[in-house]
Protein backbone atom coordinates (compact mmCIF):
# COMPACT_ATOMS: atom_id res chain seq x y z
CA UNK A 1 0.00 0.00 0.00
CA UNK A 2 2.65 2.33 0.99
CA UNK A 3 4.62 1.50 -2.30
CA UNK A 4 1.31 2.61 -4.31
CA UNK A 5 0.72 5.91 -2.42
CA UNK A 6 4.42 6.83 -3.04
CA UNK A 7 3.94 6.01 -6.46
CA UNK A 8 1.20 8.51 -7.09
CA UNK A 9 2.83 10.70 -5.09
CA UNK A 10 5.53 10.68 -7.75
CA UNK A 11 3.16 10.28 -10.66
CA UNK A 12 1.32 13.72 -9.50
CA UNK A 13 4.68 15.59 -8.76
CA UNK A 14 6.46 14.97 -12.30
CA UNK A 15 2.75 15.87 -13.91
CA UNK A 16 2.77 19.21 -11.98
CA UNK A 17 6.31 19.85 -12.60
CA UNK A 18 5.93 19.22 -16.65
CA UNK A 19 3.13 21.13 -16.84
CA UNK A 20 4.75 24.01 -14.66
CA UNK A 21 7.70 23.72 -16.95
CA UNK A 22 5.34 24.25 -20.38
CA UNK A 23 3.79 27.46 -18.42
CA UNK A 24 7.29 28.96 -17.94
CA UNK A 25 8.51 28.08 -21.77
CA UNK A 26 4.97 29.41 -22.75
CA UNK A 27 5.09 33.02 -20.93
CA UNK A 28 9.29 33.31 -21.67
CA UNK A 29 8.12 32.95 -25.96
CA UNK A 30 5.40 34.73 -25.38
CA UNK A 31 6.50 37.58 -28.12
CA UNK A 32 5.28 38.58 -31.44
CA UNK A 33 4.93 35.72 -34.18
CA UNK A 34 4.79 33.04 -31.36
CA UNK A 35 1.15 33.31 -30.53
CA UNK A 36 0.10 34.88 -34.69
CA UNK A 37 0.40 33.16 -37.68
CA UNK A 38 -0.07 36.51 -39.44
CA UNK A 39 1.70 39.60 -38.95
CA UNK A 40 1.54 42.86 -40.35
CA UNK A 41 3.79 46.32 -39.90
CA UNK A 42 5.48 49.29 -41.52
CA UNK A 43 8.75 50.78 -41.32
CA UNK A 44 10.40 53.83 -41.53
CA UNK A 45 14.22 54.31 -42.34
CA UNK A 46 16.76 56.99 -42.47
CA UNK A 47 20.43 56.45 -42.62
CA UNK A 48 23.24 56.55 -45.19
CA UNK A 49 23.21 55.70 -49.10
CA UNK A 50 26.50 55.58 -51.20
CA UNK A 51 27.54 54.19 -54.27
CA UNK A 52 30.77 51.73 -53.41
CA UNK A 53 33.28 51.23 -56.42
CA UNK A 54 33.98 53.07 -59.08
CA UNK A 55 32.00 56.33 -58.44
CA UNK A 56 34.79 58.71 -58.88
CA UNK A 57 35.97 57.40 -62.25
CA UNK A 58 32.19 57.71 -63.17
CA UNK A 59 31.70 61.28 -61.88
CA UNK A 60 35.04 62.08 -63.38
CA UNK A 61 33.74 60.36 -66.48
CA UNK A 62 30.38 62.23 -66.75
CA UNK A 63 31.16 65.58 -65.51
CA UNK A 64 34.68 66.86 -65.29
CA UNK A 65 37.19 64.74 -67.46
CA UNK A 66 40.10 62.17 -66.99
CA UNK A 67 42.28 63.62 -64.28
CA UNK A 68 39.82 65.15 -61.89
CA UNK A 69 39.44 61.82 -59.83
CA UNK A 70 42.47 63.08 -57.67
CA UNK A 71 40.08 66.08 -56.68
CA UNK A 72 36.93 63.96 -55.90
CA UNK A 73 35.96 62.58 -52.02
CA UNK A 74 33.11 60.35 -52.35
CA UNK A 75 30.63 60.87 -49.76
CA UNK A 76 27.39 58.73 -48.15
CA UNK A 77 24.25 60.71 -48.58
CA UNK A 78 21.50 61.01 -46.26
CA UNK A 79 18.81 58.36 -47.60
CA UNK A 80 15.13 57.53 -46.17
CA UNK A 81 13.01 54.82 -46.78
CA UNK A 82 9.05 53.18 -46.10
CA UNK A 83 8.40 50.06 -46.48
CA UNK A 84 4.59 47.70 -45.46
CA UNK A 85 5.09 44.20 -45.05
CA UNK A 86 3.61 40.85 -43.89
CA UNK A 87 4.94 38.32 -42.00
CA UNK A 88 3.33 34.16 -42.08
CA UNK A 89 5.04 32.45 -40.01
CA UNK A 90 5.59 28.76 -40.11
CA UNK A 91 6.64 27.32 -37.12
CA UNK A 92 6.84 29.92 -33.48
CA UNK A 93 9.90 31.30 -34.26
CA UNK A 94 10.38 31.70 -38.37
CA UNK A 95 8.71 33.24 -40.87
CA UNK A 96 8.86 34.23 -44.64
CA UNK A 97 8.66 37.90 -44.85
CA UNK A 98 7.00 39.81 -48.01
CA UNK A 99 6.55 43.93 -48.69
CA UNK A 100 6.52 46.58 -50.47
CA UNK A 101 8.41 50.31 -50.35
CA UNK A 102 10.39 53.05 -51.24
CA UNK A 103 13.60 53.59 -51.03
CA UNK A 104 16.47 56.63 -52.04
CA UNK A 105 20.11 55.55 -52.84
CA UNK A 106 23.04 57.78 -54.38
CA UNK A 107 25.68 59.22 -53.56
CA UNK A 108 27.61 62.66 -52.90
CA UNK A 109 30.86 64.04 -53.52
CA UNK A 110 32.91 66.71 -52.72
CA UNK A 111 35.42 68.31 -55.44
CA UNK A 112 38.42 70.28 -54.30
CA UNK A 113 39.71 72.05 -57.57
CA UNK A 114 43.20 73.13 -56.78
CA UNK A 115 45.36 74.03 -59.54
CA UNK A 116 47.93 76.93 -61.10
CA UNK A 117 45.09 79.94 -62.06
CA UNK A 118 42.09 77.76 -60.88
CA UNK A 119 40.13 77.02 -57.49
CA UNK A 120 37.04 75.88 -57.02
CA UNK A 121 35.38 73.59 -54.27
CA UNK A 122 32.20 72.17 -55.53
CA UNK A 123 29.34 69.48 -54.23
CA UNK A 124 27.92 67.18 -56.29
CA UNK A 125 25.26 64.34 -55.22
CA UNK A 126 22.18 62.36 -57.21
CA UNK A 127 19.11 60.20 -55.75
CA UNK A 128 17.43 57.46 -57.55
CA UNK A 129 14.00 56.68 -55.89
CA UNK A 130 13.34 53.39 -56.18
CA UNK A 131 10.35 51.14 -55.46
CA UNK A 132 11.53 48.40 -53.03
CA UNK A 133 10.16 44.85 -52.99
CA UNK A 134 12.01 42.63 -50.32
CA UNK A 135 11.47 38.71 -49.65
CA UNK A 136 13.15 37.64 -46.66
CA UNK A 137 13.25 34.78 -44.44
CA UNK A 138 12.71 35.74 -40.70
CA UNK A 139 14.00 34.21 -37.30
CA UNK A 140 12.20 35.48 -34.48
CA UNK A 141 13.72 34.37 -30.76
CA UNK A 142 11.75 36.37 -27.75
CA UNK A 143 11.63 39.45 -29.37
CA UNK A 144 15.14 39.44 -31.03
CA UNK A 145 14.93 39.39 -35.08
CA UNK A 146 17.05 38.60 -37.90
CA UNK A 147 16.34 38.05 -41.55
CA UNK A 148 17.89 37.41 -44.75
CA UNK A 149 16.51 37.78 -47.92
CA UNK A 150 17.06 39.74 -51.21
CA UNK A 151 15.58 43.07 -52.22
CA UNK A 152 14.25 43.77 -55.58
CA UNK A 153 14.29 47.63 -56.55
CA UNK A 154 12.81 49.54 -59.74
CA UNK A 155 13.76 53.40 -60.19
CA UNK A 156 11.13 55.33 -60.18
CA UNK A 157 13.01 59.01 -60.22
CA UNK A 158 16.10 60.73 -59.72
CA UNK A 159 17.30 64.21 -59.10
CA UNK A 160 21.23 65.85 -59.23
CA UNK A 161 22.39 69.17 -57.89
CA UNK A 162 25.47 71.15 -58.35
CA UNK A 163 26.42 73.31 -56.01
CA UNK A 164 29.94 75.58 -55.92
CA UNK A 165 30.36 78.94 -54.57
CA UNK A 166 28.27 81.28 -56.97
CA UNK A 167 25.55 78.64 -58.45
CA UNK A 168 23.27 75.83 -56.64
CA UNK A 169 21.21 73.52 -59.45
CA UNK A 170 18.90 71.15 -59.34
CA UNK A 171 18.16 68.67 -61.74
CA UNK A 172 14.96 66.32 -62.24
CA UNK A 173 15.57 63.01 -64.29
CA UNK A 174 12.44 62.58 -67.05
CA UNK A 175 12.26 59.63 -68.58
CA UNK A 176 13.04 61.57 -71.68
CA UNK A 177 16.38 62.95 -70.43
CA UNK A 178 18.51 59.99 -72.11
CA UNK A 179 21.57 61.42 -70.98
CA UNK A 180 20.29 60.87 -67.06
CA UNK A 181 18.92 57.44 -67.35
CA UNK A 182 21.92 55.44 -70.10
CA UNK A 183 24.25 55.43 -67.42
CA UNK A 184 21.99 54.46 -64.89
CA UNK A 185 20.72 50.56 -64.59
CA UNK A 186 16.41 51.20 -63.30
CA UNK A 187 16.61 47.38 -62.28
CA UNK A 188 18.74 45.82 -59.49
CA UNK A 189 18.52 42.81 -56.94
CA UNK A 190 20.53 41.87 -53.84
CA UNK A 191 20.92 41.11 -50.64
CA UNK A 192 18.89 42.41 -47.67
CA UNK A 193 19.77 42.02 -43.83
CA UNK A 194 17.81 43.15 -40.70
CA UNK A 195 18.46 42.73 -37.25
CA UNK A 196 15.92 44.15 -34.42
CA UNK A 197 14.27 43.86 -31.50
CA UNK A 198 10.36 43.75 -30.49
CA UNK A 199 9.36 45.80 -27.68
CA UNK A 200 5.66 45.04 -26.69
CA UNK A 201 3.53 48.17 -26.17
CA UNK A 202 0.09 47.38 -25.65
CA UNK A 203 -1.58 45.44 -28.60
CA UNK A 204 1.36 46.22 -30.79
CA UNK A 205 5.04 45.96 -30.96
CA UNK A 206 7.65 48.63 -32.00
CA UNK A 207 10.61 47.23 -33.50
CA UNK A 208 13.88 49.71 -34.07
CA UNK A 209 16.88 47.73 -35.49
CA UNK A 210 19.19 48.62 -38.94
CA UNK A 211 18.92 47.21 -42.17
CA UNK A 212 21.73 46.91 -44.49
CA UNK A 213 21.24 45.96 -48.34
CA UNK A 214 23.39 46.19 -51.51
CA UNK A 215 22.73 46.14 -55.45
CA UNK A 216 24.69 43.13 -57.08
CA UNK A 217 24.41 43.91 -60.61
CA UNK A 218 26.37 46.68 -61.81
CA UNK A 219 24.53 49.76 -61.55
CA UNK A 220 25.90 51.99 -65.21
CA UNK A 221 25.82 50.85 -68.56
CA UNK A 222 29.42 50.07 -70.05
CA UNK A 223 28.55 50.02 -73.32
CA UNK A 224 26.71 53.55 -72.74
CA UNK A 225 29.85 54.76 -70.98
CA UNK A 226 31.64 54.07 -73.90
CA UNK A 227 29.84 55.65 -76.59
CA UNK A 228 29.34 58.78 -74.65
CA UNK A 229 33.17 58.94 -73.58
CA UNK A 230 35.23 56.93 -76.23
CA UNK A 231 38.08 58.91 -75.08
CA UNK A 232 37.80 58.22 -71.06
CA UNK A 233 40.34 55.44 -70.22
CA UNK A 234 38.50 52.41 -68.11
CA UNK A 235 34.95 53.77 -69.26
CA UNK A 236 34.12 50.15 -69.94
CA UNK A 237 35.36 48.40 -66.72
CA UNK A 238 33.42 51.27 -64.39
CA UNK A 239 31.73 49.25 -61.72
CA UNK A 240 29.35 50.79 -59.62
CA UNK A 241 27.58 49.23 -56.60
CA UNK A 242 24.10 51.29 -54.75
CA UNK A 243 24.47 50.04 -50.95
CA UNK A 244 22.49 51.57 -48.06
CA UNK A 245 22.97 51.32 -44.36
CA UNK A 246 19.39 52.34 -42.53
CA UNK A 247 18.31 52.60 -38.49
CA UNK A 248 14.49 51.77 -38.91
CA UNK A 249 11.40 52.02 -36.03
CA UNK A 250 9.12 49.55 -37.69
CA UNK A 251 5.62 48.76 -36.02
CA UNK A 252 4.00 45.49 -35.99
CA UNK A 253 0.54 43.82 -34.95
CA UNK A 254 -0.02 39.79 -35.28
CA UNK A 255 -3.63 38.12 -35.66
Given at each position: MKKAVMAMIVLVSA???????????????NTIGTDNKFVVGATFGMGMALLAGDYEDLLAARDHGDGTQDYLDTRPKLSLSFNVFIDFYITPMMAIEAGIGLIGKGGKAEIDINIPGFDMEVTSWEKVTYLEIPIAFKIN??????????????????????EDGYDARIHTWNDDDDDDWDW???????????????????????VPGVTWMMHMINDVDNEEIQDDRPDFPGADEIQIRSMN???????????
Open positions: LGGTNAFAEGVAVGTIKGFQASLGIGMWIALGGKSKWVRRFNVGPRVFLGYAIPVGPIYIIMFNVGVEYGF
